[in-house]
Structures are given as structure tokens and as C-alpha cells.
């Protein structure tokens, strides 16, 4: 039998994860002037200021995007620059720049941020107006890019950044430390932290190295922020504090909400909003937005089990006039639940747009890629991407991954650190629930650890939540209780049965009084 792990162990193994790190803190981020064509970049932007050129700034819809268009235009507001924003409306104008939204701008220079590397169609319509354009992006880089003035994206091959893996808005944040220099101003850059903690950690980036360093300071300075949309947060749900998953569970599905549901400009004006009542009132609107999302959800993710396979390695999904807004996040619930790479399709007007996401090792946009010649478009990362397909090329499309993904190493598929070890119930105490935190964030390349508990003594049970779909219980070994919950629980149990449990460990604080509590994910066992 494999040793049971103690705190040390867990301060060890977790520790480990960031070994290999270059950067440890702030002052080791890398320059600006590492990332290509940055300078270049700057130096128009500038220019373009000080000629009373016109600009415009084009966003995504994501968090991503809605960060990377707050943080740029709070800049050159700072600065007195005038500029006109553009965030594509996700069913109107569709992901990204494109011809049409080139015509809508009658403009000198045109900077995307969060998105870019594959207009390449805008790129000629720019070019032939006479229109520079300036690309930040961080997604893959084509084997055909736009032609542009300048192109800021650390995935180009003669791009010397050395950690690629970052999002859209630290782009943006690094083309704001470039024009800072470029002005010879003094301004504040740290002071984006708290907004590039939420974009790090909605676009799933590996929370090592640089995007470790900025998410932790950033979560940190969330909690101090004086911006009012953080603000009304904290007063509307009541939060005292602010922690990692609240980014993840709360805050970033509310900011992606508007722009799946509605308009993602309503994020962004709620992001920049000026007052607290003007926040809180944009704040509730936004609300509303998201739990229509979920019901939307609920409503796809049920329609799409019946695509689920068990002897097949991917799952693709679709259905005619399925939510567009909410594709993505069922690709990601079926990944995570079926632990299989997911691709889901909204079909209208016989042609079908997807989001897919990837599990584990497997890089999503890799497989989809090889299936280039059956699609309109494609674009995004290994663990996310989107595509667009002819309605009558989705049969043989899948038919293919199907195939290919026979290939695929169930290790693969496994993500990385599951189950750290099995542990004694006397080692879970506030001690643990201290050495967890002081490693975090957790997400991609930090998986939260999981732990194994045997034998544990079901003392207590009761139903909780609206549904009463969620379970706590208090589990007993011998002379220690440790309280339990279990979302969305499937598995029967009854009081005095023993039970084997999977578990991640978080902190309960009722009344000022911490203790840590145990997430359960699975119950593999019972007697």
C-alpha cells in the first residue's frame, strides 16, 4: 500500500510544480521590448496620437477580450487620447475583425486586441484603404497572417518572449508599458493587476511563471481595488473578500455572460464604470443576463448527452439553433464530466458554428486543424478553439475525429496531477488548509490537488440548496469529524455506511471561525 501523504508531502509535491519557474516575482516579468514588433507597434500608436489621427480599438466578447479593451482604452483615457471601441457582437458580426467591421470604421490605425492573427481578408481591405493596422493577439499563429504594420503576438516563430503561453489582455497591458516608454510618462502599471488576474484565469492560461506571479499579486490587489465594478461585486453577493474561485466561478461567467447572452460592450461599460451605483445598476442587468445563460445551459448540455459515446474518444454535438452564447461552455461541462475532448454546434442557416475544448494533453486545435479542407474557419489554442463548418461537412467531419481520436493515449486525456495521494483525516486541519492556499492560484498546470480518503463513517446526511440537489454530510474515523459537501451529488448513500471519498480541500468561514471543509468529487466505494 502506497504511504499516506503528510502536510510536508503536500508542501513538497505542490511546491515542486513551480521548480523550473524563471519568474518569481514581479520584478523578474519580462520586458516589453521582447516581444516582436512591440516598438514598432508603440511608436504608430504615439504618432497617431499626437497627429489627431483617428483609431479605433477592436476587441472580443470574451473576458479575455473585454479585459484586454478595458485596459487599453483606461490608458489612453488617462492620457487624454480620443479613440473610438468596437467589441464584435458575438451573432451579429461574429468573432473578431472582418471586412465588414473595416467598412463600419472610418479610421487611420486599427488595433485588435485578443484577437487579429487570422483577418486576413481585413488585413488586404486595410492595407488597400490605407489603413494601418496594429495586431495584438496571443492565439496560434496561421500559416497565412494578415498583412499589418505590426504584429504583437509571442506565438510567431521570430518572436523571442519567452513564456508564449499568456493572454490576450497581458498583450494589451505590454502594448500600455510600450507606450508609456515611447511617451516618457510615468504611469501606474500595476494598477491593471486586478483585471489581469480574472482574464489570466478565465482564458485557462498555465498558472506557472509569469502568469502565476501576476494572478496571485492580481487577487491580492482585487481585494484592495478601489474600481466600483469590484466594488458592487462585493456588495451585491455579499463577499467580504474575494477569492481565486470566485474569479473563476462567479466573476468571469458574469463578465463572459453579456457577451454570450447579449452584447459583451455591457461588461465593459460595467468594468469602467465611474460610481458604485452606476456599477450596481449595470451589475444587476448583467445578473439577469447570466441566469438566463444557465438555463440556456441546462437545456443544451441535456440535449447534448445523447452524442456521448462510450467507445468513442471525442464527443461532437449539435443541434439546429442551439445558443450560440453557451456552445462553449457545454463543450466544456461534457470534457470535464466525460473526460474526453468536446466540440458542440450551434446549426443555422445550414451552416454549423462550434467551440470545442480539449482535456488533458490533447490539443484540441491540432485535431480540428487536420480536418481543414471540410471547414469555413478555424482559430484558438490547444485546450479551446472555435470552427465553422458546412451543415452537410459535419457528418464526415466527425466520422474523422472520430477516427483520429482512436489514436489518442488515454493518458492523454488524464488531467495532469488528478489525485495527489492518500491522506489521514487527523492531517486535514487548518495547517493544510494553510499550505493549499499559500499555493495558490490553482487552474491549468496547478490542478487544485485532490485527495483519497478510505473508510470514513457517514455520521450526518442532509439535503441542501434550492433543489435540494446538493449533499452534507459530517464523515467520522475514529475520534475525527470533518464537515463534507457533494455538488450535484449521484450516489446513494444512507447514515453508518463507510465510504471512500475523492476530495479537494476549501475553507469554510462561518462567523469568523475558519475550518477547512472537504469538496467531495467522487465516492469511489461504500460498505
Known amino acids: 500500500m502506497a504511504k499516506m501523504l503528510t502536510k510536508e ?13 524563471c519568474c518569481t516575482r514581479l520584478g523578474d516579468i519580462p520586458k516589453p521590448s521582447s516581444l516582436k514588433d512591440i516598438s514598432r507597434a508603440s511608436k504608430r500608436i504615439v504618432e497617431a496620437i499626437k497627429n489627431g489621427e483617428r483609431i479605433a480599438i477592436v476587441g472580443d466578447y470574451d473576458v479575455d477580450g473585454v479585459i484586454s479593451s478595458v485596459i487599453l482604452t483606461q490608458f489612453l483615457d488617462d492620457i487624454g487620447a480620443s479613440y473610438s471601441i468596437l467589441i464584435p457582437n458575438r ?45 495584438t493577439d496571443h492565439h496560434t499563429v496561421p500559416s497565412v497572417v494578415p498583412e499589418a504594420y505590426a504584429i504583437v503576438n509571442p ?130 442587468y448583467i445578473v439577469h443576463l447570466n441566469e438566463a445563460r444557465k438555463n440556456e445551459e441546462k437545456i443544451l448540455f441535456e440535449s447534448s448527452l445523447k452524442y456521448v459515446k462510450e467507445d468513442e474518444n471525442i464527443i461532437i454535438a449539435w443541434g439546429e439553433d442551439w445558443h450560440e452564447g453557451v456552445v462553449g461552455i457545454v463543450a466544456s461541462r461534457l470534457s470535464k464530466r466525460f473526460k474526453k475532448p468536446a466540440i458542440v454546434f450551434s446549426i443555422r442557416d445550414g451552416k454549423a458554428k462550434g467551440s470545442a475544448r480539449g482535456i488533458g494533453e490533447v490539443d484540441i486545435l491540432s485535431l480540428i486543424s487536420a480536418q481543414k479542407d471540410l471547414l469555413l474557419a478555424f482559430g484558438g489554442h490547444k485546450g479551446a478553439a472555435g470552427v465553422s463548418i458546412e451543415q452537410n461537412n459535419l457528418e464526415e467531419f466527425k466520422r474523422n475525429l472520430v477516427e483520429e481520436s482512436k489514436y489518442i493515449d488515454l493518458e492523454q486525456m488524464e488531467v495532469e496531477g488528478e489525485v495527489l495521494g492518500e491522506i489521514g483525516v487527523d492531517q486535514i486541519d487548518f495547517e493544510l488548509l494553510e499550505i493549499l492556499e499559500e499555493h495558490e492560484p490553482y487552474g491549468q498546470k496547478n490542478t487544485r490537488p485532490t485527495f483519497l480518503l478510505r473508510d470514513m463513517f457517514i455520521k450526518r446526511e442532509r439535503l441542501i440548496g434550492k433543489d435540494k440537489n446538493h449533499l452534507k454530510l459530517i464523515l467520522q474515523k475514529e475520534n475525527n469529524s470533518v464537515e463534507s459537501i457533494f455538488f450535484n451529488f449521484d450516489t446513494k448513500i444512507k447514515l453508518g455506511d463507510k465510504i471512500d471519498i475523492l476530495f479537494s480541500v476549501s475553507r469554510n468561514d462561518y462567523r469568523g471561525l475558519v475550518t477547512p471543509q472537504l469538496l467531495i468529487k467522487q465516492i469511489l466505494s461504500y460498505k
Open 91 to 135: 451573432f451579429e458580426d461574429g468573432y473578431g475583425l472582418n471586412p465588414e467591421i473595416v467598412k463600419r470604421l472610418d479610421v487611420h490605425v486599427i488595433i485588435t486586441v485578443d484577437n487579429g492573427i487570422s483577418a486576413v481578408e481585413a488585413g488586404d481591405i486595410c492595407k488597400k484603404q490605407g489603413i494601418d493596422l496594429i495586431i
Open 155 to 284: 506565438k510567431q516563430e521570430d518572436c523571442f518572449f519567452p513564456n508564449c503561453e499568456i493572454c490576450g489582455a497581458q498583450i494589451a497591458w505590454y502594448l500600455v508599458a510600450a507606450l508609456k516608454e515611447e511617451l516618457a510618462i510615468s504611469y501606474d502599471l500595476s494598477q491593471f493587476l486586478d483585471l489581469l488576474c480574472i482574464a489570466i484565469m478565465a482564458d485557462m492560461m498555465e498558472l506557472t511563471d509569469i502568469n502565476r506571479v501576476m494572478a496571485k499579486k492580481g487577487i491580492y490587489d482585487l481585494n484592495r481595488s478601489k474600481r466600483p465594478a469590484f466594488e458592487a461585486i462585493k456588495r451585491y453577493f455579499s463577499k467580504a473578500t474575494i477569492e481565486s474561485d470566485d474569479i473563476s466561478f462567479l466573476i468571469a461567467p458574469l463578465i463572459n455572460s453579456s457577451g454570450r447572452m447579449e452584447d459583451a460592450i455591457l461588461s465593459y461599460e460595467f468594468l469602467k464604470s465611474k460610481t458604485i451605483d452606476g456599477a450596481l445598476e449595470k451589475l444587476e
Open 9 to 21: 508531502d503536500v508542501r513538497r509535491i505542490l511546491s515542486s510544480r513551480f521548480q523550473n519557474d
